[in-house]
């Protein structure tokens, strides 16, 4: 990032010195790899956990050296979703006090962690085996693209437990991804899906190994790592904003973010490089 550009940032986390407190972090080149890691109970997240990974993808905005994420679950689960005696516990508590300012608090800080992750610029890959329950599949559906095994168990299952599948943006996204129709029995029901079916419905991008499904995510990640990082953070700011518009204002839009993607180095490279029939070597800028 230039100088220049660094002046309008406010000060945020520094990514070269990173040391979150309630999951894993690990950098390899360009990709940040976020690891769930509560496999004594199948990861589930905490309030603690859920504001640090709010914060985390917020401040990614700011953050030019990382362009993509994985996010994965230690021990052979992905998330069990929010902790039953952490968070579960308390909330119930709330509700025995009519507290629904503090019901609402929560409710829409477990939204701003989907906001933060879709408006980061980073596409996020996620690498998903065993559960991927609650809070866990919002965050698999919020990511970009998703890698799981054939054994791993999908469950939206907020209404088993006295709720509307209606939760941190579930009922606008997951229609998105695999159908409306879908997308209902799933939330009504609160059943789960194998791997085998949530790739046949478009949820998982691609079915791997369990022993591979890691590395398949990071592979996909360092491979939109080495394309043209910028172009990439503009596809995915199009598909988040164009979900609110017409046809007409899709074109308007992508109209402008394309002729604004033509004025970087990356677009001359790729161009120079097909002349020379080369490949293009990208640097995001």
């Known amino acids: 990032m230039t100088a220049t550009a660094t002046r309008f940032n406010p ?13 894993q972090w690990q950098r390899d080149g360009k990709v940040a790899t976020i690891t769930l890691n509560r496999p004594e109970r199948k990861n589930p997240l905490t309030l603690e956990s859920y504001a640090e990974l709010r914060d985390t993808f917020r401040d990614l905005v700011y953050c030019s050296d990382i362009t993509n994420v994985v996010i994965t679950g230690a021990g052979g689960n992905f998330c069990s979703g929010g902790d039953v005696h952490e968070i579960i516990g308390p909330l119930v508590e709330m509700q025995r006090k009519d507290d629904m300012a503090g019901l609402l608090a929560f409710t829409r800080m477990t939204g701003d962690l989907v906001k933060a992750m879709r408006a980061c610029p980073q596409p996020i890959v996620t690498a998903i085996d065993g559960i991927c329950a609650g809070a866990g599949a919002i965050l698999a559906m919020a990511s970009d693209l998703r890698f799981g095994t054939a054994r791993s168990k999908v469950a939206f299952l907020f ?10 943006g579930a009922c606008n996204m997951l229609p998105r991804i695999i159908g409306a129709g879908r997308a209902s029995e799933l939330l ?6 194998d791997g085998t079916e949530a790739e046949r419905w478009g949820f ?16 996909m990640a360092q491979t939109l790592a080495a394309g043209p990082t910028f172009a990439n953070a503009m596809t995915k700011k199009c598909i988040h904003q164009e979900w609110n518009m017409g046809i007409d204002e899709s074109i308007e839009a992508e109209a402008q973010a394309q002729a604004i993607c033509m004025q970087t180095l990356d677009y001359g490279r790729a161009y120079e490089a097909f002349v020379a029939k080369q490949k293009p070597v990208f640097q995001g800028n």
Not at 11 to 23: A, E, G, I, L, N
Not at 159 to 168: F, K, P, T
Not at 204 to 219: H, S
């Open 159 to 168: 209404v088993r437990v006295g709720l509307a599948g209606a939760d941190m």
């Open 188 to 193: 009504y029901t609160g059943r789960a899906m």
């Open 11 to 23: 000060p945020r986390v520094d990514f070269s010195k990173f040391r979150p407190q309630h999951f």
């Open 204 to 219: 998982y991008n691609k079915l791997c190994e369990p022993d591979a499904v890691l590395a398949d995510a990071q592979a």
